[in-house]
């Protein structure tokens, strides 16, 4: 399970192969690890949102 950050105001879903994944603004925690991944590489959308940095995975450790 991954920890990501959202900095949009609105709560947002993104689908992918695996079922949604939706971000509450703020810290979403226990985020599943594979939907993640598959939408990270194959929703433009979420792309775009990371690359301007309102989307981000917390690194641990």
Known sequence: MLTVISHLE???T???FF???TLQPGRNENVDERRWRNCKTHNAD????????LVVVEELG
């Open 10 to 12: 609105q709560p947002i």
């Open 14 to 16: 993104f689908d992918s």
């Open 19 to 21: 079922g949604p994944v």
């Open 46 to 53: 979420l792309q775009a949102l990371i690359k301007k940095g």
